[in-house]
């Protein structure tokens, strides 16, 4: 099994930044792909960008575009969300989450979650 754990969300000021870390440890030669997500107060989880673990080839969510970067370090096995321009709207627990090759076509496992707060 993969297990994922999160780090460096926070507060900051709208037009601030945030870099979030997701570490994978375990069976990561089975990842196929990594993602983060999030999930405000009364609102459904909701995708926000991926990484391919072997090519790098990564989606965005059209709000996050031009201001979040997604990378990874595979020697490491960390997942990186570099966050920009921060506005209150982003205010969410950010969740990283995986794609594994015995089940490429689902997302899981699931990190425990970090809190992002971006005040105007």
């Known amino acids: 099994q993969v297990q994922l754990v999160e780090s460096g969300g926070g507060l900051v000021q709208a037009g601030g930044s945030l870099r979030l870390s997701c570490a994978a440890s375990g069976r990561t030669f089975n990842i196929y792909a990594m993602g983060w997500f999030r999930q405000a107060p009364g609102k459904q989880r909701e995708f926000v960008a991926s990484?391919?673990?072997?090519?790098?080839?990564?989606t965005y969510t059209d709000s996050v575009k031009g201001r979040f970067t997604i990378s990874r370090n595979n020697a490491k096995n960390l997942v990186i969300l570099q966050m920009n321009s921060l506005k209150p709207e982003d205010t969410a627990v950010y969740y990283c989450?995986?794609?594994?090759?015995?089940?490429?076509?689902?997302?899981?496992?699931w990190g425990q979650g970090t809190q992002v707060t971006v005040s105007s």
């Open positions: 990484i391919s673990w072997s090519g790098g080839s990564t």
């Open positions: 989450a995986g794609r594994v090759y015995t089940d490429p076509s689902s997302w899981g496992p």
